[in-house]
């Protein structure tokens, strides 16, 4: 019979290698050089059991000698009949005394030290039968699959206070390379050839392809399954459409704003600010490889700011992020469905679990002040209870300056004041937009002069969204440039653009007046921001016009009232002006502060 190639089993033995220090995760926490014999491997033993005892959790490493049996017949074999580097034998030894101080694994080594054959049984085999010594690289490629996932696991030391939950998952792994070892030691007692052997390790690797596909599937079901249920909110499509919103990358100050600094770097874990910039800011931080979890909050989705609702958002996104620690929430979900649809503390103690076993993470809310009294105090009181339980968890909030809210946070929050230091961003948005508005009086044929005139007289709009003309509530907000800049363009001529460049309002409040003051004389206008500012729900564009399609009194409407109407109405933005924006066919507000100057 022929003698298998030396070079070919090199090659299989040097595939194998590589592929195992592909797998592993953080391939830089082991030195695979120290440990190259079994005299190394039994004293490493020695020293965890005398560091143990000391400990006093001792757990007798005898149940290991199965495993280390197997590999010492296994590795004597090798060496008479196959003559690998020692390079490449060095990976079972040192991989073995890297497992050996978890006491969870101990009784899984063991069973795989018991699945292993007795090679000095085969040694005559080994001896005639020269392709037998083939199928010696499957059970060096079945021990470093072994190693593998348990390095994986074991090695993120974070994973040790989730082990009851997580375990399962991990040990049912282990027990598809088990079965990859019994049928390799079925093939050493038939007339094995090489084609065989590369039929086997093929399969090998489809049998490990193969369950993780059906693990990641049975998971992805499960926790759609569950988020189904949970009915987490999705902030992912606004992160995005604020910031194709965003015309300017505002917030650059950030960088080197000391206070902020240290909240993302050091010690401070709390922080307060507010404005638009939030959106540009996860983005920033989700790309720098920072976990950030984040809700934006809205004064016209008040159930969202539920706290249960909140915590299954962050829940969510932490789990969509991370599905190791999903087995968590399966749990559970299948033990306590009940508490985790329904009790805040609950799924809070949940969240902190995963919280600490993930390690670094920030929470960004924004928007806290325009939710109900009712609503954000049961908010804000359990994120700050969250964040004191998770050291690692650094929390911001976005919020205006609301005496209550600064009162709750005085002494556990850093205040951030965007107010006055975001006048860079607002004069560079202004300038964007001016130049379209440049560009579009050009078109309807200003001179030069007046386009000089409208642009020297815009720069304005900065210093006055930042508040050096007047005192107001809302200073230093984006709101305002935008406002006053929506009014302007809307105007369809050029000596209207003029005319209200040359009275243009001083700060907030007077937008706002003006807007109103407009309207005043547009019934259906005041119809439609009572319908937005009253309804329980955002209205659709497709709701708003079957309202206007009612008239007082009127016991029926036909198909054609509503189509003259849909006509006569279905641009409801021009209609109300820029007090209101249309997203994705959703009527609403264009700020927060909109709907509180329109009840007032």
Not at 143 to 170: G, H, Q
Not at 418 to 445: P, S, T, Y
Not at 493 to 506: N, S, Y
Request: charged share 30%; with cysteine.
């Amino acid at each position: 019979m022929a003698t298998a190639p030396s070079s070919w089993l090199d090659d299989a033995f040097n595939s194998a290698k590589e592929d195992f220090k592909k797998s592993l995760k953080n391939p830089a926490l082991y030195d695979f050089s120290k440990i190259v014999r079994i005299e190394d491997v039994y004293d490493e033993a020695t020293r965890i059991q005398r560091e143990q005892a000391k400990t006093k959790t001792l757990r007798g490493l005898k149940r290991l000698e199965p495993l280390i049996n197997g590999l010492k017949e296994y590795s004597a074999v090798v060496e008479v009949f196959i003559q690998v580097k020692p390079d490449v034998m060095s990976l079972i030894w040192t991989s073995s005394s890297v497992l050996f101080a978890f006491e969870k694994v101990v009784q899984v080594i063991r069973d795989i030290g018991t699945a292993l054959p007795n090679f000095q049984v085969y040694g005559e085999l080994f001896q005639s039968n020269h392709d037998i010594r083939r199928a010696l690289c499957l059970f060096y490629a079945d021990i470093l699959d072994f190693y593998a996932v348990l390095l994986n696991f074991l090695t993120n030391r974070r994973l040790k206070v989730l082990m009851e939950s997580i375990w399962p998952n991990i040990r049912s792994n282990i027990g598809s390379i088990q079965d990859n070892m019994k049928h390799h030691k079925e093939i050493m007692t038939t007339n094995v050839t090489l084609e065989e052997i590369l039929r086997a390790d093929r399969a090998r690797k489809e049998a490990l392809d193969h369950y993780a596909q059906q693990q990641a599937s049975n998971d992805d079901q499960t926790f759609r399954t569950i988020r189904s249920e949970l009915n987490p909110q999705e902030y992912d499509r606004k992160l995005r459409r604020i910031s194709l919103q965003s015309s300017v990358e505002s917030g650059e100050w950030l960088k080197s704003e000391p206070d902020f600094t240290r909240w993302r770097d050091a010690a401070d874990r709390t922080l307060r600010c507010k404005t638009f910039l939030v959106g540009n800011l996860i983005k920033g931080m989700q790309n720098s490889g920072s976990r950030v979890l984040f809700v934006f909050l809205s004064h016209d989705n008040q159930s969202a700011g539920d706290t249960i609702n909140v915590l299954h958002t962050i829940l969510y996104q932490l789990l969509d992020d991370d599905p190791t620690y999903r087995s968590i929430l399966y749990e559970a979900y299948h033990s306590n469905y009940r508490r985790l649809k329904s009790d805040s503390s609950f799924v809070m103690g949940l969240l902190c679990k995963i919280l600490k076993a993930v390690g670094p993470s920030f929470i960004i809310l924004d928007g806290l002040d325009e939710l109900d009294e009712l609503y954000w105090k049961g908010l804000l009181s359990d994120m700050l209870q969250l964040h004191e339980s998770c050291p690692e968890t650094k929390l911001l909030i976005s919020s205006r300056e609301e005496r209550d809210i600064s009162l709750r946070l005085k002494e556990k929050a850093v205040s951030l004041r965007v107010d006055h230091k975001n006048f860079e961003d607002i004069n560079a948005f202004v300038q964007l937009k001016c130049r379209d508005l440049l560009r579009e009086m050009a078109a309807l044929g200003a001179d030069e002069q007046t386009c000089f005139k409208v642009r020297e007289t815009l720069g304005t709009i900065a210093e006055n969204a930042e508040g050096r003309f007047t005192l107001t509530k809302y200073l230093g907000m984006f709101i305002y440039a935008r406002l006053v800049l929506d009014m302007v363009s809307e105007k369809g001529t050029a000596p209207d653009i003029e005319a209200e460049v040359e009275d243009l309002p001083r700060g907030l409040d007077q937008a706002y007046g003006r807007l109103l003051l407009r309207i005043k004389s547009k019934p259906t206008a005041r119809i439609i921001l009572q319908w937005i500012a009253c309804a329980r729900r955002p209205l659709t564009e497709e709701e708003m016009l079957q309202i206007l399609a009612v008239k007082p009194g009127q016991l029926d409407f036909t198909e054609l009232d509503r189509i003259k109407v849909r006509k006569e109405f279905r641009d409801i933005r021009k209609e109300c002006g820029p007090i209101i924006e249309i997203s994705e066919g959703t009527i609403r507000f264009v700020h927060f502060s909109a709907k509180e100057v329109t009840i007032s």
